[in-house]
């Protein structure tokens, strides 16, 4: 799969950022979908931009997004769709009490509307992308909108409370909707020689990972209204530095070149979270700056296919973002993450694209290892 950076939110300085328009996908959008054809993907990550849509309360401009879904039907793309990714309307944050109600009914209205012009196609929704890395962002480091410290559970609660509020209004709206969840995958370790409680915290801190859904799933926080039928697929985010000691914090070497025993391997954390939910599991964002590039797409190759012979239905990795993006906050340094690369020598960097030719070979290496892990499941149909 494919991701195209969605992200509207408000930067650490306050600043409203659009990499729709910044990174050149609405520009390029022909091109981009005729690239991604041409290496075999298919399936794509949008996001709708909330801020851009509804500038008004209850009033929603749909046009920008008419534009994606017509070029994905033309191009014959599969459309995932954000519906809040990072982004909110200027009038709101997670802690604004009507912050759920305007959700709900953006829920609704998306469904009106995609179903006006695609009454048949089956509509895959992510309804808020990564609300636990959003609650700290915002609720505990101030680094995007309420611009918060210490109040990451207040936040994650607000976002919990319209996630669930959306999924109840998407399904009243259409039953058959599919609602796939993005949430990071992380392993947090304590001190090598930590002592008990030591080991204890770092424990509690890592199987925090998952409250968002259980909040969903209504395992947590029931008052929220969540049910175990809201889960449906499970998508987990998992870069470079998913791993990490508690406490001095550092970084756990993806390659494991220091051979550290706490490092876990990408598939037994795919299947832990399996087991949990027993539902399907995407891998709903991957990538990895600069000239490791190509050795992380190989290395997640691997991982995905042994998850799958393990038994883990998982139905995608989608490779995020597949056109490179500038930092949020500081808008001139580009991550070079992507399959395609910026050229950033030109004045509008966003309106270039440059292969990365070693990532493509890698993941064309990808394709394989993983097309001969599915041959034995086939009958499993691990489709969307």
């Given amino acids: ?58 009033q929603y401009d749909w046009s920008t997004v008419l534009v994606l879904l017509q070029a994905g039907r033309r191009h014959g793309i599969q459309q995932v769709w954000d519906l809040c990714h990072f982004g909110y309307p200027d009038d709101l944050t997670p802690l604004h009490p009507m912050f759920a109600r305007r959700f709900a009914h953006l829920c609704r209205a998306f469904v009106a509307f995609y179903r006006e012009h695609y009454p048949e196609e089956t509509l895959i929704v992510t309804p808020i992308n990564e609300v636990s890395f959003m609650s700290w962002l915002g609720g505990d480091v101030r680094g995007t909108s309420p611009y918060c410290v210490g109040q990451g559970w207040e936040v994650k609660r607000g976002l919990m409370r319209a996630y669930i509020e959306g999924v109840a209004a998407l399904r009243e709206a259409d039953p058959s909707i599919r609602i796939l969840t993005t949430e990071p995958l992380i392993s947090i370790v304590p001190r090598l020689g930590a002592g008990p409680a030591e080991t204890r915290r770092a424990r509690e801190f890592d199987l925090n990972q998952f409250q968002s859904v259980d909040m969903l799933a209504g395992r947590l926080c029931p008052e929220l209204g969540g049910r175990p039928e809201y889960l449906d697929m499970l998508g987990f985010n998992y870069y470079y530095d998913n791993q990490w000691q508690l406490e001095p914090r550092m970084t756990l070497g993806w390659a494991n070149e220091y051979h550290d025993s706490r490092f876990r391997p990408l598939s037994a954390l795919l299947e832990k979270a399996y087991r949990r939910y027993n539902r399907p599991v995407v891998l709903t964002e991957t990538s990895h700056p600069g000239e490791d590039r190509a050795p992380w797409l190989r290395m997640i190759a691997h991982e995905a296919a042994l998850a799958i012979r393990q038994g883990v239905p998982l139905l995608g990795v989608c490779l995020y973002p597949i056109i490179d993006r500038p930092d949020w906050d500081h808008l001139t340094p580009w991550h070079r993450a992507g399959l395609w690369d910026a050229d950033t020598t030109q004045p509008i960097p966003g309106l270039t694209r440059v292969l990365h030719s070693s990532s493509a070979h890698a993941l064309q290496q990808a394709q394989r290892v993983v097309a001969k892990a599915l041959q034995p499941a086939k009958a499993q149909q691990l489709t969307f």
């Avoid at 600043?15 to 981009?32: A, C, E, P």
């Avoid at 709708?48 to 509804?54: A, K, L, N, P």
């Fill in 1 to 58: 799969m494919a991701g195209f950076e969605c992200t509207d939110q408000q930067n650490a300085f306050g600043h409203r950022v659009d990499f729709l328009t910044l990174t050149g996908h609405l520009q390029l959008l022909d091109t981009d979908y005729q690239n991604i054809q041409s290496i075999g993907l298919t399936t794509v990550r949008e996001g709708i931009r909330w801020s851009q849509v509804e500038k008004t309360p209850y």
